[in-house]
């Protein structure tokens, strides 16, 4: 049954990071490329969109961790499920602090009510997204790892 979790885990845990490097280094350049005000549009949708669904999935994915850690404690590897749970929890105090309340004005925003600093605040969130990303692959890296 543990064998069953730490696939399982980790598989959630890499489909997030998945879905978040394709956010950072694929959909928002994406949308950068578009004509303002579409680009504008499209990641205040992404923003309603991911902001609904990935609360869940990271918290799912550090529950998931912290029961392997727990589950798996006198095993092999067991320390690197403890850091990758420690770093899956540093990416959401991160994701609480800076990225949320800059997704949640984001997300409202439209050609017509965008604050003049717009594009700083999209910079701004975006660099930061860079760091968790680098934080959740780190905890996926080492989840593989305890599998080995």
Do not use: C
Request: aromatic content about 8%; charged content about 15%.
């Amino acid at each position: 049954m543990l064998n069953a979790l730490e696939v399982f885990t980790t598989v959630t845990v890499g489909l997030m990071v998945g879905v978040e490097f394709s956010v950072a280094f694929v959909v928002n350049r994406i949308l950068g490329a578009l004509p303002e005000d579409a680009g504008l549009l499209g990641r205040a949708h992404g923003g309603r969109m991911l902001g609904a669904l990935m609360p869940v999935w990271y918290f799912t994915s550090l529950v998931l961790t912290a029961v392997w850690a727990v589950a798996g404690r006198h095993r092999p590897g067991a320390g690197l499920v403890v850091v990758a749970a420690a770093l899956l929890i540093l990416s959401v105090i991160m994701s609480v602090l800076l990225l949320v309340p800059i997704n949640n004005r984001g997300k409202t925003w439209t050609p017509e009510n965008r604050p003049e600093d717009w594009r700083e605040q999209q910079n701004r969130w975006d660099r930061r997204h860079h760091a968790r990303v680098a934080v959740i692959i780190g905890a996926f890296t080492l989840l593989v790892a305890a599998l080995a």
